[in-house]
């Protein structure tokens, strides 16, 4: 096939032909099935994919740890897959979740609770939704 | 400053710090701000992200095309800035959007219009939301 053939099938197909980078990953969104809001932003290597396919639960490649991971097994914050939609080049997923708490490391519900605002004297951060659901410190602590 | 002082003033600061990768981008996940549905994933460099917060229109930068490019000035199809977030570690944004027709350069209104099924006889895709606002080759032949 031609690479414009392979890029109609591809992004006008039903066939499911995931488009891992470089490193072997797909970069997935998660949001919440209830509210809408992006919860995070994290990566899937093959595996990942393919557990989370298979399970239901959501399961991700850490590339700081470099490591598979299933979403909560740590925090008990587990995301449960309500629906997967693969994007038109096939290199990047969305999932709305029913999650457990919260998505973020930090205790928060979503990674995202600082908005940007545009200031007169340059760019600075602003807390939004930024209340904690856990101690991270707590939490993380008994596992080690 | 330590290393952990470091990540504790990029996720509980609010100096605007953008953790750009090795090839010098960010995520963007660009969402509704109507209806909340994930639009596009895409990427910033540093210019694309300091254009879009100066002007309210959104900018990209194409890892294709190795090109910054302001969404929609082929295709007429912008996005202007509803609210943009900053996550947790600071290398990916949300972008809530004022989406001018559609976002996806196939002609649908989000790129992730296809779900993920797990069947028996192993993982397809299958149409959602897929209804071209456009066509495409009308649209991206006039600027050849």
């Known amino acids: 096939m031609s690479t414009s053939a392979d890029t109609k099938e591809r992004e006008e197909g039903l066939a499911f032909q995931p488009k891992f980078d470089a490193s072997g990953l797909l970069t997935c969104v998660a949001t919440d099935a209830v509210t809408g ?3 995070m932003v994290a990566h899937m290597n093959e595996e990942a994919l ?3 396919i298979a399970s239901g639960d ?3 490649f850490s590339r700081s740890r470099n490591a598979l991971w299933r979403k909560g097994e740590t925090s008990g914050q587990t995301q449960r897959v309500v629906e ?3 994007d038109c080049d096939q290199d990047a997923v969305w999932i709305r ?3 457990q708490g919260a998505a973020c490391h930090t205790g928060r519900h979503s990674c995202f609770y600082r908005m940007i605002d545009a200031a007169d004297g340059g760019t600075r951060l602003s807390f939004i939704d930024a209340d904690r659901q856990f101690d991270p410190a707590e939490v993380y602590s008994k596992q080690t």
């Open 37 to 39: 809001d992006v919860l």
């Open 50 to 52: 393919r557990k989370t």
């Open 97 to 99: 979740v029913e999650q």
């Open 58 to 60: 959501v399961w991700y």
């Open 84 to 86: 997967m939609r693969m």
